[in-house]
């Protein structure tokens, strides 16, 4: 509306100064009546058409924006997988497909969390059913109301608390409340104190250190009772999955700016089309050997988050079945 009034003026202004200085003195007043006449029509043609495509763009908006609204609303109320129509128009195709992407991203974490409450109550069930068993087995006498028989019961019991402990932590990680102490320390300590604590476990195979540097301290900097417990994971993980005869090998490397410790063991290797998912919560390239050897699945999901919230890094390796495994926790080198 304003360009029209701005355009009227502009043009009545300019064609009066050449109706003035062009037309004898006689014919001005009909000329310019004339001109006035054809503007005040191209005026008004202008007024409708504007408003027209206003009102047309308008209504384009808003349905677009209702479109957006209603959508937003059926998501509130659990319905995930809504999507919004892509409109042609540059501006509100970005809107509706950053909203789109919006709805896709809920729906995935929907699923995750769905998939974890599944997880958690199979991962349940497992010690519960042991438990019930060894209490039906002693109601019903056919289980001898013995100490042996209550200390298989306490492993079932260590192994629900232990779950949850993980369970616990691992939500704290993922949402980032665990807190860090960070200090510089020689990752050769840490090393040898976790395999102190590990080596009663692995009396009969057997377990070695080897150090970037014996006489210089691999400094880094990080919380050492988190590398600590990253380490016993690994460790853990590699006595577990290494059958009687097999190795283990713990080493300290270093580049200019990251200090690696690498896990290597010569157990049951892992398969290439489970590598890229160990890492997930719950996942167990053998269900039932992993299980049966009491571990939660959620391990490595948990070593990884600690790793990154250090700034460092956790990889898997393994040339397939059979063939051990390496793990590799990277940490940034201090000093
Ligand atoms: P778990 O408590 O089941 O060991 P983790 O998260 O620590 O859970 O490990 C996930 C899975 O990765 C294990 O179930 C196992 O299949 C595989 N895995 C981990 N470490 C090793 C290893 N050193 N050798 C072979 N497989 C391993």
Redesign the pocket.
């Known amino acids: 509306m304003l360009v029209v009034i701005v355009g009227v003026v502009t043009l009545s202004f300019t064609a009066n100064l050449l109706i003035e200085q062009t037309i004898p003195t006689a014919q001005v007043t009909p000329v310019r009546t004339t001109v006035i006449q054809a503007l005040a029509v191209a005026a008004l043609a202008a007024t409708i058409a504007g408003l027209t495509t206003s009102l047309l763009l308008v209504q384009i908006i808003l349905r677009s924006l209702r479109n957006i609204a209603g959508s937003s609303q059926r998501i509130a109320a659990g319905r995930y997988d809504e999507r919004v129509e892509v409109p042609a128009s540059d501006e509100l195709r970005a809107v509706a497909e950053s909203f789109n992407q919006m709805a896709e991203a809920l729906e995935q974490i929907e699923q995750r969390r769905i998939t974890m409450i599944g997880n958690v109550a199979h991962e349940l069930r497992t010690p519960l059913a042991g438990i019930e068993g060894y209490l039906e087995g002693l109601i019903d006498g056919v289980l001898p109301n013995t100490a042996d028989t209550f200390l298989d019961m306490k492993q079932e019991v260590r192994r629900l608390r232990r779950l949850v402990d993980d369970l616990q932590t691992l939500s704290r990680v993922e949402a980032g409340q665990i807190s860090l102490h960070f200090t510089t320390f020689d990752i050769n300590d840490v090393i040898r104190r976790v395999v102190a604590q590990i080596q009663p476990q692995v009396l009969d195979g057997c377990l070695q250190m080897q150090f970037a540097s014996h006489e210089h301290p691999l400094l880094v900097h990080a919380d050492p009772d988190r590398v600590a417990q990253i380490l016993l ?1 690994l460790l853990g ?2 006595v ?2 290494t059958p009687e005869g097999g190795c283990i090998t713990i080493r300290s490397v270093h580049t200019n700016d990251e200090v690696q410790v690498i896990v290597e ?1 010569t ?4 398969a290439a089309e ?1 590598l890229p998912f ?1 890492f997930e919560r719950f ?4 269900p039932s050997r ?1 299980r049966t050897s009491g ?7 948990i070593s990884r988050h600690l790793a990154w919230a250090m700034g460092g890094d956790i990889r898997a390796a ?1 040339a397939g079945p059979g063939k051990g ?1 390496t ?1 590799t926790l990277s940490l940034p080198r201090a000093g």
């Open positions: 994971n993980n590699a577990r999955y063991d157990g049951i290797g892992i489970h160990i996942y167990r390239a053998d992993a571990g939660s699945g959620i391990g490595l999901t393994s495994s793990f």
